[in-house]
């Protein structure tokens, strides 16, 4: 297969600074990290030693150009930068870059066919992300594609739900958008209209639909009353930057950590979640109820930890 240029110049790009980062790593361990043939690793050291920068005089000595410790990369296969023009540094990502990156690799993740789907997840997982858990794989695609043709089409569906309480029922929405928060898929949906016309957006956990199917045509009910939301004010770190993603808030890769922030919460319920997800990253700094749902939360969380304990230790 030959390798254009472009694929050339951009594989040096990348070689580089992760060669800077990980020095004496061998030829094979390099193709293997970026999927290319070791002849083209060995093919583009060679062409990095005669590689640099063009010094004050415009010309190049050997103090403009890169080197590497050739004993080991013609002897043993090992590849180790000794001289670096213009890189003093290894780029590295904010935890909010990271974040971003992992997220929108668990999105490509659920929507690209099961062999990239798998490079995606393992990329994630380089970056020291969470991958997704995707445990009905074909049940999550073929929802996915329905909801997204409901969506191009304008068309409403409807199914059974079941909400964070266990209380069931059957629901018809129009299809707004898909989200993916937490290694989570969210239906975005209109449910209902307002006295007044307007339509009420609610947000529905795809693994918590069942009976998925094109509506028979009804119209949309009229909702009774609408909850106003309630305004949280959180405290969030930098490992808590997601929560601060979920709710449309894009920290500067300056924000001074911790950050604080109110926010508008429809469901107090999704928040609580979301905040023990984060244990030690987001806290809730008020109102006084939803602190108290929050510790409750956990309150009841370590209570089932000290169940398990304690059955674990009758059975052994």
């Given at each position: 297969?030959s390798?254009?240029?472009?694929?050339?110049?951009?594989?040096?790009?990348?070689?580089?600074?992760?060669?800077?980062?990980?020095?004496?790593?061998?030829?094979?361990?390099?193709?293997?990290w970026?999927?290319?043939?070791?002849?083209?690793?060995?093919?583009s050291?060679?062409?990095?030693?005669?590689?640099?920068?063009?010094?004050?005089?415009?010309?190049?000595?050997?103090?403009?150009l890169?080197?590497?410790?050739?004993?080991?990369?013609?002897?043993?296969?090992?590849?180790?930068?000794?001289?670096?023009?213009?890189?003093n540094?290894v780029?590295?990502?904010?935890?909010?870059?990271?974040a971003?990156?992992?997220?929108?690799?668990?999105?490509?993740?659920?929507?690209?066919?099961?062999e990239?789907?798998?490079r995606?997840?393992?990329?994630?997982?380089?970056?020291?992300?969470?991958?997704?858990?995707?445990?009905?794989?074909?049940?999550?695609?073929?929802l996915?594609?329905?909801?997204?043709?409901?969506?191009?089409?304008?068309?409403?569906?409807e199914?059974?739900y079941?909400?964070?309480?266990?209380?069931?029922?059957?629901?018809?929405?129009?299809?707004?958008?898909?989200?993916?928060s937490?290694?989570?898929?969210?239906l975005?949906?209109?449910?209902?209209?307002?006295?007044?016309?307007?339509?009420?957006?609610r947000?529905?956990?795809?693994?918590?639909?069942?009976?998925?199917?094109?509506?028979?045509?009804?119209?949309?009910?009229?909702?009774?009353?609408?909850?106003?939301?309630?305004?949280?004010?959180?405290?969030v770190?930098?490992?808590?930057?997601?929560?601060?993603?979920?709710?449309?808030?894009?920290?500067?890769?300056?924000?001074?950590?911790?950050?604080?922030?109110?926010?508008?919460?429809?469901?107090?319920?999704?928040?609580v979640?979301?905040?023990?997800?984060?244990?030690?990253?987001?806290?809730?700094?008020?109102?006084?109820?939803?602190?108290?749902?929050?510790h409750?939360?956990?309150?009841?969380?370590?209570?089932?930890?000290?169940?398990?304990?304690?059955?674990?230790?009758?059975?052994?």
């Amino acid at each position: 297969m030959s390798v254009s240029s472009n694929d050339r110049l951009g594989f040096l790009t990348l070689l580089v600074p992760w060669v800077l980062a990980n020095p004496g790593a061998s030829v094979t361990e390099i193709a293997e990290w970026f999927d290319v043939p070791a002849k083209q690793v060995r093919d583009s050291v060679r062409t990095i030693a005669v590689s640099g920068v063009p010094g004050e005089t415009g010309t190049y000595d050997h103090l403009n150009l890169f080197d590497i410790d050739w004993d080991g990369f013609e002897l043993r296969d090992e590849v180790t930068i000794t001289h670096s023009v213009g890189l003093n540094r290894v780029q590295r990502f904010t935890t909010t870059e990271l974040a971003a990156l992992v997220a929108a690799l668990n999105y490509l993740a659920a929507v690209l066919p099961d062999e990239q789907a798998v490079r995606a997840q393992q990329l994630a997982a380089r970056l020291g992300g969470v991958v997704a858990a995707d445990t009905e794989p074909e049940r999550d695609r073929e929802l996915l594609a329905q909801l997204r043709a409901a969506g191009a089409e304008g068309r409403a569906v409807e199914f059974d739900y079941v909400d964070a309480a266990g209380r069931p029922s059957h629901r018809v929405a129009q299809v707004r958008s898909l989200r993916l928060s937490q290694g989570v898929w969210y239906l975005v949906g209109i449910d209902a209209v307002t006295p007044e016309g307007a339509p009420r957006s609610r947000t529905f956990r795809i693994d918590r639909m069942s009976d998925v199917g094109q509506t028979s045509g009804a119209e949309l009910p009229v909702a009774a009353h609408d909850r106003q939301p309630a305004e949280v004010t959180l405290e969030v770190d930098g490992e808590g930057a997601p929560i601060l993603v979920a709710f449309g808030i894009q920290p500067s890769a300056a924000a001074g950590w911790p950050v604080r922030c109110t926010v508008s919460v429809a469901s107090v319920a999704a928040l609580v979640r979301h905040v023990a997800s984060l244990a030690g990253h987001a806290r809730v700094l008020g109102p006084d109820e939803v602190r108290d749902q929050v510790h409750a939360h956990a309150v009841a969380a370590l209570a089932r930890y000290d169940a398990q304990d304690d059955e674990d230790g009758e059975n052994a």
